[in-house]
């Protein structure tokens, strides 16, 4: 009977273990190469918040193509807010379900932000700051179109973000920082003390502005109150660029005014 036991245990732990590598297998096909195996083989890897259905189903599939079609997008036109649009757009109808359901959406986003934070911790700051812009982009989705509380895209915080590569505004504490707020693991803490000290950068939206690149230090830009989608560094420069502006903040300003009246309106 003692040798039958034996027999049976070592058959359950084979079979355990196959299934643990088949789980590491799974999850290292799905983008998680930074799973592992630890001593007691256990499949080991910190999702960073992000749920098993972020890694498999329609979830993983929309995260896929809509990376896919952002990177098409960017071979032929480099524009954030454009490719990213067409990136919708060209996801729209196959991933309406994905687009139109909150849950969903939050799901992918997780995914988004678990990868992005796994690329800080290995030093990949434009692999993070791409999957930044796109949770941050799904994020004012939901916001705008699902919870309508939110009357338009606000491009700056997501540009804010595309900004921070190390090659260019250095500001690293925005991405860092970003990715921290969202993840409920503490992973990113000790990464976050080195950088927190890095000036927040900004970008004066004037094409002619006389500051290198138009990065500035981020708590001296000016919102542009009419609209609150462009920033500048000085009141000089958002002066010199009203009449390139003027045309789309009239637009933004009446748009934002109908959703605020209609806002004020559901609430009596």
């Known amino acids: 009977m003692g040798r039958k036991r034996n027999q049976g245990k070592a058959r359950k732990a084979a079979k355990a273990k196959a299934k643990e590598a088949e789980a590491l297998a799974k999850l290292q096909r799905a983008g998680l190469s930074h799973a592992k195996m630890i001593e007691d083989g256990t499949v080991f890897v910190c999702l960073h918040g992000a749920g098993p ?104 915080k997501i540009e804010d973000l595309w900004r921070t590569s190390d090659t260019m505004s250095g500001d690293v504490h925005t991405l860092v920082k970003f990715f921290r707020k969202r993840i409920p693991c503490k992973c990113l803490d000790e990464k976050y003390e080195q950088v927190k000290s890095i000036t927040k950068m900004g970008m004066c939206y004037n094409s002619e502005c006389p500051i290198p690149c138009g990065y500035v230090e981020r708590s001296k830009t000016l919102y542009c109150s009419r609209c609150r989608n462009v920033t500048y560094c000085s009141r000089e420069c958002q002066k010199a660029c009203w009449t390139t502006h003027k045309s789309y903040c009239d637009e933004d300003a009446a748009e934002i005014a109908e959703f605020e009246a209609m806002q004020r309106h559901d609430a009596l």
Not at 66 to 75: L, M, S, V, Y
Not at 100 to 125: C, N, P, W
Request: aromatic fraction near 10%; charge should be negative; include cysteine.
């Open 53 to 156: 259905l972020s890694f498999q189903g329609i979830c993983h599939e929309f995260v896929t193509a809509f990376r896919q079609e952002f990177i098409d997008a960017a071979k032929k036109i480099g524009d954030l807010s454009t490719c990213l649009i067409k990136a919708e757009d060209a996801t729209k109808d196959e991933f309406a379900k994905v687009w139109k359901d909150s849950a969903k959406m939050e799901t992918t986003i997780s995914r988004f932000v678990s990868e992005g934070a796994q690329h800080i911790l290995e030093g990949e700051y434009d692999d993070a700051r791409e999957k930044a812009a796109f949770a941050r982009y799904l994020e004012q989705h939901i916001a705008m179109v699902l919870k309508q509380i939110q009357a338009k895209m606000n491009w700056v």
